[in-house]
């Protein structure tokens, strides 16, 4: 973006700034050719077409995209009729997805503004809550209907030209978060906005505006009315794009992560040695550090992570109370996940390799024997390995055991034999000195 533009005239309703096309730095070079599809085959059939949202505001910040995002005065259908490759998809927001192989263009219809008494149904609001938004409207009304005034930016395909209602370029230019409308309204309307707030400003390195931070402190109670499903992909986004320390951090600095994991925070508050920060901090560090490598992550280790500490808690506390060790993990895996589950829905081809990464805790302990071979075959033992070492970073298990598990897994069958056998481990151990010795 270049400094041209005038820069502090109010914006007026209905006013918005355009920058035409030499006086902005978006070109059509660096956004991706499912998405210029798109927008000039709306075009073509005599609809309105804007790329907006993300893929705006990260190529005037001079980011690569993670994908673009498309607004047009065409309906769903409308949409649907043009594209055949095209899905239609939400009820509570209806979107059409059109895809081109691995690549989906997400179209959004103009949202109309409508009255908040939810009378039409159409769009439906319930306590402040917006249950239902699918009424049409036009590109004004779609933009302050949107969340942070960065992300209403338009990029029009018929000229090429930058259209600002909110006063997002002002902001984007300021490296600020500002919530579109009063704070408050607009969190009630929809409190994952909130997540996004610690999104935005964890991955733009944004302040946050003080009207718009304000109310992170004392709405999070707002997100257990959210569905447990759109949390669990909401949490995703902020924890597996690179930095989950910093939205960890966040989310906790506002008072929000008790909010999603109250039996987690129930041990961070309470903790007596530094471990479970430290833990969780090293668990997220670690996969943010994954993801900078460009290797895999799974949501299944993340959450072993984020809800370890009342897994172990309870764990010890059964063992305590005389359960066999194997048989109490088991029983802390189940107590804690039956807790999470309203809360934020884990599905079961995450929930259950989590559950397997912490019921093999235990058994890493086991050393002797046949017991070794049997557990490094296990489909889920390298998870498992690298949670112990995570843990013996954190100096809650024992490194030694970490150590060993490494070793093992480097060693001959020679030196596996070696390990696996309980009387050379028992001969080492040194002998009790006599007293006579001892005072000697
Ligand atoms: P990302 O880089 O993560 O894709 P994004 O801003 O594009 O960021 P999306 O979830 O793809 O985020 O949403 C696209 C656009 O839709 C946003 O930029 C914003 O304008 C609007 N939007 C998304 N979610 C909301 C919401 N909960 N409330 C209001 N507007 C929203
Ligand atoms: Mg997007």
Redesign the pocket.
């Known amino acids: 973006m270049q400094d041209s533009e005038p820069n502090s005239a109010p914006l007026r309703p209905g006013q918005p700034r355009v920058v035409p096309r030499p006086q902005h730095n978006i070109s059509r070079a660096n956004i991706s050719e499912s998405a210029l599809r798109v927008l000039y085959r709306l075009r073509q059939e005599n609809f309105q077409a804007h790329l ?4 705006v ?2 190529l005037l910040l001079g980011h690569e ?3 673009f ?1 498309v607004a047009t005065d065409a309906t769903p259908e409308q949409v649907r009729q043009v594209f055949r490759n095209c899905r239609l998809i939400g009820r509570r927001f209806r979107l059409a997805h059109v895809q081109f192989g691995r690549d989906i263009i ?1 179209v ?1 219809t103009f949202r109309g503004s409508g009255s908040d008494d939810g009378e039409s149904p159409e769009r439906q609001v319930r306590d402040g809550l917006i249950v239902r938004d699918n009424l049409y409207g036009t590109i004004e009304e779609d933009a302050l ?4 005034t960065i ?2 930016l338009y990029y029009d395909i018929a000229d090429l030209a930058l259209i600002d209602y909110a006063g997002g370029l002002e902001d984007l230019r300021a490296g600020r978060l500002r919530l579109i409308g009063d704070p408050v309204k ?1 969190y009630r ?2 409190p ?2 909130m997540l ?1 707030a610690v ?2 400003a964890c ?1 733009l390195g944004f302040t946050i505006e003080p009207e718009t931070e304000r109310p992170l402190f004392e709405l999070g109670h707002l997100l257990r009315d959210i569905p447990a499903a759109r949390l669990f992909d909401e949490l995703l ?1 902020l924890f597996h ?1 690179g930095y989950g320390v910093a939205a960890f951090e966040k989310l906790r600095h506002y008072g929000l992560f008790g909010h999603l994991f109250p039996a987690t925070e129930a041990c961070l508050a309470q903790e007596d040695h530094a471990f479970p920060i430290t833990f969780v901090n090293r668990g997220l560090a670690n996969t943010d550090k994954r993801l900078a490598e460009d290797k895999p992550v799974t949501p299944a280790f993340l959450y072993a992570i984020l809800l370890w500490e009342p897994v172990r808690r309870r764990w010890e506390a059964l063992v305590a109370q005389g359960m066999a060790t194997t048989e109490a993990i088991l029983l802390a895996s189940a107590e804690i996940r039956a807790g999470q589950r309203p809360l934020i829905a884990i599905p079961k081809r995450f929930s259950l390799p989590m559950h397997e990464i912490w019921a093999l805790q235990p058994r890493l302990e086991q050393r002797d024997g046949k017991r070794p071979y049997r557990l490094i075959t296990h489909p889920r033992f390298r998870a498992a390995y690298d949670f112990l070492v995570l843990r013996a970073e954190a100096g809650e298990a024992d490194p030694e055991l970490a150590d060993w598990w490494t070793r093992f897994q480097e060693a001959s069958s020679q030196e596996r034999a070696r390990m696996t056998d309980p009387s050379p481990r028992r001969k080492r151990r040194p002998r009790r000195q006599k007293r006579s010795e001892s005072s000697a």
Not at 52 to 55: A, D, E, F, S, T
Not at 145 to 148: E, S, T
Request: aromatic share 6%.
């Open positions: 907006v949202g993300g893929g505001r990260d995209p993670k994908d995002d997400e959004a209907r949107r969340d942070f992300n209403a607009r309307e929809d994952v906005r996004r999104r935005f991955k986004k794009s």
